[in-house]
């Protein structure tokens, strides 16, 4: 569907990707001085006295008492504790909104609808009447309601041993569609995706694929309860936690930008000869330049040059640990020895 950004002046894409001057863009959504477009994201309503303690029971974060007003994410995994959709969740005191990314919102609607059973929720798919707009900042815009990112100082468990030095104070602002916001500057999708690779955000339509875990993407920092009641998946959450170790790992790379190549999302990422991972998100950062994040073999060296193919060149990759070879094992549980050996 059209957005009025499109017809702005400079506008290329729908939703638009840039209107012209994307570090500029950059910049002022930095400073939390302009809004992005993202009215391709779907927008779902749960209304009903059983909604907050019934997305407690079927998703990975703890929001049965979640106030009004109080932002939150959540994950479906499947029973593997695979990754199948990410929510953004706030609660107005009477319905609870979830926000996602458009291709999952006719899916995890009907998901949802089966789920009910007795229970006294209503789910509808309200994409058609709502937009969401993006910004860093604290704009005066028409909001519905507003949900602000948990991701750099989320309630859960981190593997990070350090933050990002990019500012990352993001919120979504639901309003009417169709809503004048002509009185608000605009930046592009390119400036929110080159701000979101810098504080190191993964997003699931990007870093996400059908074997992801959220151990891998240091997502249970802002969307796991590690200690909440069951849901699908727990189980895998608690074991690679407590006593293995994710078997990929998220890493921004620091990318020489010298021969005018940019890599893209899918770009193999070597160790040598060998394949060790895929580029998910690659960006110009108007002050870092190019950067990428990228899901990597759990076992390569966190000290290792790496490099990217793009095309049929070769770029320079320097890693910026997010998820650590170690995480996991959290228990420190001692091995046992295997049966029949024999102990000097």
Known sequence: MSSNFSARPGAVGDPPQ???????????????????????????????????????????????????????????????????????????????????????????????????????????????????????????????????????????????????????????????RDADLSAFPAAGSLALEALRVAAWRPRLATEGDEKSIPHELDWLRSAVHLSKGCYRGQETIAKVHNLGHPPRRLVMLHLDGSEGVHAVAGSPVLFGDAEVG????????????????????????????LV???????????????VPPDAGAAANVPRLPRLGAVRR
């Open 18 to 176: 840039h209107y012209g001057n994307p570090l500029g863009e950059q910049r002022a959504l930095a400073n939390g001085e302009a809004i992005v477009d993202l009215s391709d994201r779907a927008v779902i309503t749960i209304t009903g006295p059983d909604r907050l303690t019934w997305l407690d029971s079927l998703t990975s974060q703890s929001v049965a008492r979640l106030v009004p007003g109080e932002s939150a994410e959540t994950l479906l995994l499947d029973p593997s504790g695979r990754l199948e959709q990410a929510i953004r969740l706030v609660d107005d005191g009477e319905t609870a909104w979830l926000l996602v990314d458009a291709a999952e919102g006719p899916t995890l609607t009907a998901w949802l609808d089966r789920m009910r059973f007795m229970l006294r929720v209503e789910v509808v798919d309200r994409s058609a009447d709502f937009d969401t707009v993006g910004t860093l900042g604290s704009p005066d815009l028409p909001a519905v309601v507003t949900w602000r990112d948990p991701w750099l100082d989320g309630p859960g468990h981190t593997y990070a041993a350090s933050r990002p030095d990019a500012p990352w104070t993001y919120s979504e602002v639901v309003v009417v």
């Open 278 to 305: 895929r580029v998910t998100s690659a960006a110009l950062h108007f002050e870092l330049g190019p950067i990428a994040l990228a899901v990597v073999k759990r076992s390569v060296d966190p000290a290792a040059d």
């Open 308 to 322: 990217v193919k793009a095309d049929d060149t070769f770029i320079a990759a320097a890693q910026e640990v997010i």
